[in-house]
C-alpha cells in the first residue's frame, strides 16, 4: 500500500493547541479585542504570561475550564482552516460575534458564506492577517519552548488511529504523512509519543504554504507510482476537492472522527470521495 496521512484531524486532535495559540497571539497583536478584553479577568492570561512557572497538568486544567466554549468553536469552524490565513478568519469570526457566539450556526456559516467573508476580510485587514500569521508561528514556539510538556499535552492522540498507521508503516515501504502543519512540531510531537517516523516521510510546511494537491504530484513521482496506486485522508473537505482536481485518480478519504462537518461529508460523497470511520477500512486496499 502506498499511503499519505493528514496529522491534524487524522492521527491527533490538536485543537487546544490551536485554541492557545490563538489565545496568545490575541492577547500580543490585538488587545483592544473581545477576546482580550475577556481574558484579562481570567487566570488564563497569568498562565501565558508565566507558562514556564506552571506544572503542565495545572495550567491545561486551568484553561480547558476557562476558554472551553470558546474551543468548541474554534474546533466546530476548524473545518474550514486549512493554513494560518484560515485561523485568522475563523478568530475574527469568533471574535466580532463573541457575546452572541450562538449566531455561529453551521446554517449561517456555512462553505459559501465562509469563503465569501474570507474573500473581503483578508482585503480590508491585509495587515492584521500579516501580524497575525507571525505571531501564530511564534506563539507556537513561545508555547513549545517555555514549557513543552504543556504544549504536548495540548494535543491529543487518535490512540488505535495512530496504531493502525504505525501497522501500516512497518508493512509497507511508502506510507507517510502530509500536512500543512509546522513539521518541526510534527517531528517534536511523534518523537514525544516514541513513534519513529523517518522524516523523509513527513511532508509539511518548513517555510512556505503546502499545495496539498501539487505536493502529492511530487510524491507521486518521487515513490515512483501511479495516480491510482495512492491513497490519501484528510479531514478537510478543501484539501480533498484540490488534491482531485491536480490528481484525480488518487484514492481520497474522508475521516469521520476529524474536523468536519455534515454539510462537507456531503459534498465530499457527491465528489467520490470516501467517508470513513477508522484507517483499519483501508486494510483491504
Known amino acids: 500500500m502506498n499511503l499519505l496521512v493528514d496529522f491534524d484531524g487524522v492521527l491527533f486532535d490538536s485543537s487546544w493547541e490551536v485554541t492557545v495559540i490563538i489565545l496568545t497571539t490575541y492577547l500580543n497583536v490585538f488587545p483592544q479585542s473581545n477576546i482580550s478584553k475577556y481574558l484579562s479577568n481570567t487566570k488564563t492570561i497569568k498562565i501565558i504570561d508565566n507558562l514556564g512557572s506552571y506544572k503542565p497538568s495545572e495550567a491545561l486544567k486551568i484553561i480547558q475550564k476557562e476558554n472551553r466554549r470558546l474551543n468548541s468553536y474554534i474546533r466546530k469552524l476548524r473545518t474550514y482552516c486549512i493554513d494560518v490565513d484560515d485561523f485568522f478568519v475563523v478568530s475574527y469570526l469568533i471574535d466580532t460575534n463573541f457575546f452572541n457566539l450562538s449566531n455561529l450556526t453551521y446554517k449561517k456559516v456555512n462553505t459559501k458564506f465562509y469563503n465569501t467573508f474570507k474573500g473581503e476580510l483578508i482585503g480590508q485587514k491585509s495587515e492584521e492577517l500579516q501580524k497575525f500569521i507571525k505571531y501564530f508561528y511564534d506563539s507556537r514556539k513561545y508555547i513549545k519552548d517555555s514549557n513543552f510538556e504543556f504544549w504536548i499535552s495540548l494535543s491529543t492522540p487518535f490512540k488505535e488511529e495512530i496504531r493502525i498507521f504505525l501497522d501500516f508503516y512497518s508493512k509497507f ?10 513539521k518541526y512540531a ?78 462537507h461529508r456531503l459534498i465530499a460523497s457527491r465528489n467520490g470521495i470516501n467517508l470513513i470511520k477508522s484507517l483499519r477500512l483501508l486494510n483491504n486496499n
Open 173 to 182: 515501504s511508502n506510507v507517510g504523512i502530509l500536512s500543512t502543519k509546522q
Open 186 to 263: 510534527i517531528i517534536e510531537t511523534l518523537s514525544y509519543y516514541g513513534m519513529s517516523i523517518d522524516p523523509k516521510y513527513i511532508f509539511a510546511k518548513e517555510s512556505e504554504f503546502i499545495h496539498k494537491g501539487k505536493k502529492i504530484k511530487e510524491i507521486i513521482d518521487l515513490w515512483n507510482i501511479q495516480e491510482n496506486e495512492l491513497h490519501f485522508v484528510d479531514d478537510l473537505l478543501e484539501n480533498l476537492l484540490r488534491i482531485k482536481s491536480y490528481v484525480p485518480n488518487v484514492n481520497l478519504y474522508m475521516s469521520l472522527w476529524g474536523y468536519n462537518n455534515y454539510e
